[in-house]
């Protein structure tokens, strides 16, 4: 489960220790990313059409029985939950889902995974994001996979692909078939395991421009040693801390670490 507590302690440091709009950002890159992405405050015109839906979904009543294989659910006590309770509280929000969008437009991200597809409303923003690229999404739970796969559908998103499995055995047997993996988005199972494994296991496909994202990083305090961890890597030279979710890079260039905290 979440740590409330240790939530806002976190958050309170993050505060007081991270950078603001790009200011002493040295790489280039880095700076790029903060300008183009982070405080970028370009409308896409996709982002009017999420919003619809998005609140659509904020009203739907539909009951979904929800099986939860990872850590637990610090927001639901039931399985039994209403779409409309899951967009309030079991999805990410709006700044974060249009983050992520001017990430993978800005990227040119041409392979996505996400593990974790709740309703799918990130998987659109995804998709959206690029229309040319192969966006995968893995949710362990039936009824929120055969959800997600009808929105696309109503929604004539045609470059996602849905798959209902655990992530420990599909995601494994999809890298299998993939030559790279250009954004990896983790969003579930918050233990710290299972974000050291699917880290591990997915390495070996990343590329120079390759951006892996594990959601909740301050989850709790083995969330955030998972977190240490990744970003001690030997592989990895940029890690991102928006405090919410944590990005890592891979880019050889960088002849020396670079650890970024910023306020979102």
């Known amino acids: 489960m979440g740590d409330k507590f240790y939530q806002i302690k976190s958050y309170v440091k993050h505060y007081f220790m991270a950078t603001r709009k790009g200011h002493n950002v040295h790489s280039p890159f880095a700076y790029k990313l903060c300008e183009e992405v982070f405080y970028n405050t370009s409308v896409f015109y996709d982002f009017q059409i999420l919003i619809k839906l998005r609140n659509t979904l904020l009203k739907d009543e539909t009951d979904l029985s929800v099986e939860d294989f990872g850590a637990g659910s610090q927001n639901f006590k039931s399985k039994k939950r209403k779409v409309k309770?899951?967009?309030?509280?079991?999805?990410?929000?709006?700044?974060?889902?249009?983050?992520?969008?001017?990430?993978?437009?800005?990227?040119?991200a041409q392979t996505i995974i996400e593990l974790g597809t709740s309703v799918g409303i990130t998987s659109l923003y995804f998709s959206l994001a690029n229309k040319q690229a192969k966006v995968y999404t893995i949710e362990g739970s039936n009824e929120l996979s055969l959800f997600a796969k009808e929105l696309a559908k109503n929604n004539r998103v045609l470059n996602c692909t849905f798959?209902?499995?655990?992530?420990?055995?599909?995601?494994?047997?999809?890298?299998?078939?993939?030559?790279?993996?250009?954004?990896?988005?983790?969003?579930?199972?918050?233990?710290?395991?299972?974000?050291?494994?699917?880290?591990?296991?997915?390495k070996d496909k990343c590329s120079n421009d390759s951006v892996f994202i594990f959601d909740d990083i301050y989850w709790n305090k083995n969330m955030t040693k998972a977190w240490e961890e990744i970003k001690s890597d030997a592989t990895v030279t940029l890690s991102i801390d928006a405090f919410?979710?944590?990005?890592?890079?891979?880019?050889?260039?960088?002849?020396?670490?670079?650890h970024l905290k910023i306020l979102l």
Do not use: R
């Open 85 to 108: 309770e899951i967009a309030a509280k079991g999805i990410s929000p709006v700044k974060q889902a249009q983050l992520l969008y001017k990430l993978v437009n800005y990227l040119n």
């Open 163 to 202: 798959i209902n499995a655990k992530f420990d055995l599909a995601l494994p047997q999809l890298l299998s078939e993939l030559d790279s993996v250009d954004v990896l988005y983790v969003d579930g199972n918050h233990t710290y395991e299972a974000t050291l494994n699917y880290f591990k296991t997915a």
């Open 244 to 258: 919410y979710f944590g990005m890592i890079f891979f880019k050889k260039e960088f002849k020396e670490k670079v």
